[in-house]
Structure formats: C-alpha cells, structure tokens
C-alpha cells in the first residue's frame, strides 16, 4: 500500500465523519449526549483535515527550500 492510498482514506473519513457529525447533530429528537457526540466527530474530523492539510504545506515548503 502506497501513501496515496491513505490519502484517500483519510479524505474519505474526512468526508465521511463530518456527514455524520453534521447528520446526527441535527436530529430532532437528538439527546444531550448524542449532541456531545456529534460535536466530537466533527471536531475530530476538522482535526484530520487540518493536520493532513498542514502536513502537505510543509512538504512543500521543505521542498522548495531544498
């Protein structure tokens, strides 16, 4: 398996994560709890992202300055 495998991986459990998060969070008869975790997949899915995201400006930035 290659890294650009994993990278679609992760930008599926990105996509995916945030759908549900943003899905279970709006339930009308959605609890306190359920509440708790929706906010918890969605903030760990913005977490995913960023640190994919930010991982690939350094790369490029290490690159650049070799």
């Known amino acids: 398996m290659n890294m ?3 990278r679609r991986f992760q ?3 990105i996509a ?3 759908i ?3 899905w279970l969070g709006g339930q009308d008869e959605a609890s ?3 509440g708790v975790s929706a906010i918890v997949i969605v903030a760990l ?4 992202a960023l640190s994919m995201f ?3 400006e350094q790369n490029q ?3 650049k300055q070799a």
């Open 4 to 6: 650009k495998f994993f």
């Open 11 to 13: 930008k599926t459990a």
């Open 32 to 34: 306190t709890v359920m």
């Open 45 to 48: 899915s913005a977490t995913v």
């Open 54 to 56: 930010a991982g690939k």
């Open 61 to 63: 930035s290490e690159k």
């Open 16 to 18: 995916v994560g945030m």
């Open 20 to 22: 549900y998060g943003v």
